[in-house]
């Protein structure tokens, strides 16, 4: 997540409880949250205000996205990567770490996980075309 995107958040909080924010506010936020996507904390905002009428602080946030994580990383059973990316002991962590990461993210979903590791393509590569597709 960039700086303005944790703007983007705080308009989304704004919306929901007339909170004002000011740049302060808006870096203290991306100070917690910028290792996380835009739609990951704008999907934890809207989850939480849809459940609770409590204040929203960052650890909601964060805790709502890690719940999430969690549940995304357990549908997929063991996380290895394919032939492909099988070069070297450095390249199979690196990828292992990557793919755990997209899946926690939700970027990579467990049915195109399976899809990267029947095939022979790698990593990489296979994730450009996800992207490609998504723009498309």
Avoid: C, Q
């Avoid at 705080?10 to 007339?18: G, H, M, P, V």
């Avoid at 979903?109 to 597709?133: M, S």
């Amino acid at each position: 997540m960039r700086l303005s995107e944790a703007g983007d958040v705080l308009t989304l909080i704004s919306a929901y409880d007339n909170r004002n924010f000011n740049e302060e506010t808006s870096a203290a936020w991306y100070d917690l949250l910028h290792s996380y996507s835009l739609a990951e904390a704008k999907h934890a905002v809207k989850k939480h205000y849809a459940e609770s009428r409590d204040w929203l602080m960052p650890a909601d946030v964060l805790r709502i996205i890690k719940t999430e994580r969690r549940a995304r990383l357990a549908k997929v059973e063991t996380i290895a990567p394919s032939r492909a990316d099988m070069t070297s002991t450095a390249a199979e962590l690196e990828t292992t770490k990557a793919l755990s990461k997209a899946i926690a993210s939700g970027e990579l979903t467990p049915e195109a996980y399976e899809d990267y590791v029947r095939g022979n393509t790698p990593w990489a590569t296979y994730r450009r075309g996800l992207r490609e597709l998504r723009a498309a």
